[in-house]
């Protein structure tokens, strides 16, 4: 089974705690109302989960928009009378996977859909750090194949009879890959460790995301350069990792807002309010 996770709205896209989508109660089932956007496989899901506020779930059980208490989740089978999901067409990144809106006009499910002891904003964000650590690797592996692309080129394309490898302009570029891509990897192991020893905060693992998409994002367009003209086709992997890793800097918390985490956790103050 494909599952999708529908968190981000049309308007809410930073800020998912601001979401319009709506779960109402009646009688032994759940109404749900609402649009999700940017849906990773949200087409080819046979099942999503969908955040929504549900008031009446909430503690005290009142109607409250501002405030994040009553999100809940709900697990939502896509065949669901109600529900449809439409591909955004045009993507330059990441074309291999579907992105979707997903749009839910009462979509009824059973009371027993929505997930137990899963209130409030933090608990999609609990899901959420543990997807940006994964992409605090999957980063760092695209860059390391732009790395060992642009390696191989240079040892092989040869330029005022020499392999541009052999240029010290080609080196110092290579050379900087290799740092930034051993530092990530030492970053993201310690990371691991303190993963599986229980300890690792979610402001970590933030700093980890931001660092090494950003990093793998430089070293992707740096092995395209590296390329020359050759970089820019499809039979070459560097573009198409610069193209996908865009998508990367902006989903699970853009770069920016986990500028503003790391902001807040050393300076106690938060940018966000
Ligand atoms: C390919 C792809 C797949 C995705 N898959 C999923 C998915 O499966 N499920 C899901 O729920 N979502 C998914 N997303 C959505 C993704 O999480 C959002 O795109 C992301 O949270 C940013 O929201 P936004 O695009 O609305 O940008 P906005 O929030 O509108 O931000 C626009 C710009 O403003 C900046 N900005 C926002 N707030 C601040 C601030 N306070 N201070 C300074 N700058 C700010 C941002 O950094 C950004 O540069 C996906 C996105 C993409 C591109």
């Known amino acids: 089974v494909i599952g999708c996770f529908g968190l981000t709205e049309p308007d809410y896209g930073s800020n998912p705690s601001g979401m319009i989508t709506r779960a109402r109660k009646d009688g032994n089932e759940w109404v749900l109302n609402g649009a999700k956007m940017w849906i990773t496989n949200g087409s080819t899901a046979q099942v999503a989960i969908v955040w929504a506020k549900a008031p009446e779930a909430s503690g005290d059980g009142k109607g409250d928009d501002k405030s994040d208490r009553s999100i809940r989740?709900?697990?939502?089978?896509?065949?669901?009378?109600?529900?449809?999901?439409?591909?955004?067409?045009?993507?330059?990144?990441?074309?291999?996977?579907?992105?979707?809106?997903?749009?839910?006009?009462?979509?009824r499910v059973p009371a027993s859909a929505m997930l137990p002891k899963s209130s409030g904003l933090k608990s999609p964000l609990m899901c959420l750090t543990q997807a940006r650590y994964g992409i605090a690797w999957g980063a760092i592996g695209a860059a390391i194949a732009c790395y060992e692309e642009a390696l191989a080129y240079a040892k092989n394309r040869v330029m005022f009879d020499r392999p541009i490898g052999g240029f010290q302009l080609q080196q110092a570029r290579?050379?900087?890959?290799?740092?930034?891509?051993?530092?990530?990897?030492l970053l993201t192991l310690h990371l691991g460790r303190m993963k599986d020893a229980g300890t690792f905060t979610p402001q970590q693992v933030s700093l980890a995301k931001r660092n090494n998409v950003s990093v793998a994002t430089d070293i992707a367009r740096e092995a395209r350069r590296l390329l020359g003209a050759n970089g820019i086709l499809a039979e070459y992997a560097s573009m198409r990792h610069m193209a996908n890793?865009?998508?990367?800097?902006?989903?699970?918390?853009?770069?920016?807002?986990?500028?503003?985490?790391?902001?807040?956790?050393?300076?106690?103050?938060?940018?966000?309010?």
Not at 174 to 185: C, F, P, S
Not at 247 to 267: K, M, P
């Open 245 to 273: 890793l865009e998508s990367v800097y902006t989903y699970e918390g853009t770069h920016d807002i986990h500028t503003l985490i790391l902001g807040q956790a050393v300076t106690g103050l938060n940018a966000f309010k």
């Open 73 to 107: 989740g709900f697990i939502v089978p896509t065949d669901t009378k109600g529900f449809k999901a439409k591909d955004q067409k045009g993507k330059l990144s990441l074309r291999a996977s579907d992105t979707s809106e997903l749009v839910l006009e009462d979509v």
């Open 174 to 185: 290579l050379a900087d890959m290799l740092t930034e891509i051993v530092k990530g990897q």
